[in-house]
T-cell receptor, first 115, second 114 residues
Framework: NAGVTQTPKFRVLKTGQSMTLLCAQDMNHEYMYWYRQDPGMGLRLIHYSVGEGTTAKGEVPDGYNVSRLKKQNFLLGLESAAPSQTSVYFC??????????????FGNGTRLTVT | DQQVKQNSPSLSVQEGRISILNCDYTNSMFDYFLWYKKYPAEGPTFLISISSIKDKNEDGRFTVFLNKSAKHLSLHIVPSQPGDSAVYFCAANDRGSTLGRLYFGRGTQLTVWP
């Protein structure tokens, strides 16, 4: 059981380039999230999705787009990368919140550097 | 605006002793609290949680205490082991949200030395 898988694990981009980060989960979870982690900042929510075909903005959505065409996949796109987007990106999934024992399950992260 | 605060960026404890990690929150709507543990180059993993209807939850060496009036929670690890060395994130969710979105603190790096 793989859980939440993120690809790629590492990437270096030049300013202005674009890329897509892929997240796949095999737990049949309805909810999926993209977080970024920066030193001293904790985890901040970029975008999230409560089901196939739906997405919504989190607290730091600027410069990112997302798509959820299939329930198991959640894609994060950077249209024109900027050095401020250098970060570690984590994808997570969870069942609907009605169960208290439904914490987020995280992937191992994608380390992105924008030069 | 940080709604979940972990004011100690680091904590160093000797093996066998108690580790106490603290967390404060400002949003009175928060009703569910979690602790996540994160090793380098890995994603955060769920450790323990507590609902606001309780003031204590225990799981083996880990106990979380919640003081709603003070908007404060703490994680106790007894006894601490070197393998507990990691970053610990406190997180919270509010009762007004049907979404499982969590608000995270900035984390505390715990180092347990032999």
């Amino acid at each position: 059981n793989a859980g939440v898988t993120q690809t790629p694990k590492f990437r270096v981009l030049k300013t202005g380039q674009s890329m897509t980060l892929l997240c796949a989960q095999d737990m049949n979870h309805e909810y999926m999230y993209w977080y970024r982690q920066d030193p001293g900042m904790g985890l901040r929510l970029i975008h999230y999705s409560v089901g196939e075909g739906t997405t919504a903005k989190g607290e730091v959505p600027d410069g990112y787009n997302v798509s959820r065409l299939k329930k198991q996949n959640f894609l994060l796109g950077l249209e024109s990368a900027a050095p401020s987007q250098t970060s570690v990106y984590f994808c997570a999934s969870s069942p609907p919140r009605r169960a208290y024992n439904s914490p987020l399950h995280f992937g191992n992260g994608t380390r992105l550097t924008v030069t | 605006d940080q709604q979940v605060k972990q004011n100690s960026p680091s904590l160093s404890v000797q093996e066998g002793r108690i580790s106490i990690l603290n967390c404060d929150y400002t949003n009175s709507m928060f009703d569910y609290f979690l602790w996540y543990k994160k090793y380098p180059a890995e994603g955060p993993t769920f450790l323990i949680s507590i609902s606001s209807i309780k003031d204590k939850n225990e799981d083996g060496r880990f106990t979380v205490f919640l003081n709603k009036s003070a908007k404060h929670l703490s994680l106790h690890i007894v006894p601490s082991q070197p393998g507990d060395s990691a970053v610990y994130f406190c997180a919270a969710n509010d009762r007004g949200s049907t979404l499982g979105r969590l608000y995270f603190g900035r984390g505390t790096q715990l180092t347990v030395w032999p």
